[in-house]
Nanobody, 121 residues
Framework: QVQLVESGGGLVQTGGSLRLSCVHS????????MGWFRHPPGEKREFVAAISREPSTSSYVDSVKGRFTISRDDEKNTVYLQMNNLKPEDTAVYYC??????????????WGQGTQVTVSS
């Protein structure tokens, strides 16, 4: 049974930083590529970043390149999203999920509760 638990969100000012965590469980799913998605208020969920299996490579939506870094710790079944130089446009509920590489298509339609990121001006 797939379980996804996101954490680390919060309220920050423009230019601030946050590090999100996603603890994932799913047996054989655990070594699949992982992705981060976000759901801005009033808009549909969108892709943010993805990371492949070891040796890992990463992919990002253009709007976060140079600011966000995705990483993974397979021993802890955890994926991270380091977010620097945050902007108000980054405000959203952030979710993680198992994805295919490199197109970041979601494998499971079971989503976690997400973690709220709010960036104030």
């Amino acid at each position: 049974q797939v379980q996804l638990v996101e954490s680390g969100g919060g309220l920050v000012q423009t230019g601030g930083s946050l590090r999100l965590s996603c603890v994932h469980s799913g047996g054989s799913f655990n070594l699949l590529p992982m992705g981060w998605f976000r759901h801005p208020p009033g808009e549909k969920r969108e892709f943010v970043a993805a990371i492949s299996r070891e040796p890992s490579t990463s992919s990002y939506v253009d709007s976060v390149k140079g600011r966000f870094t995705i990483s993974r710790d397979d021993e802890k079944n955890t994926v991270y999203l380091q977010m620097n130089n945050l902007k108000p446009e980054d405000t959203a509920v952030y979710y993680c999920n198992f994805v295919k590489w490199p197109d970041a298509q979601v494998i499971s339609e079971i989503w976690g509760q997400g973690t709220q990121v709010t960036v104030s001006s």
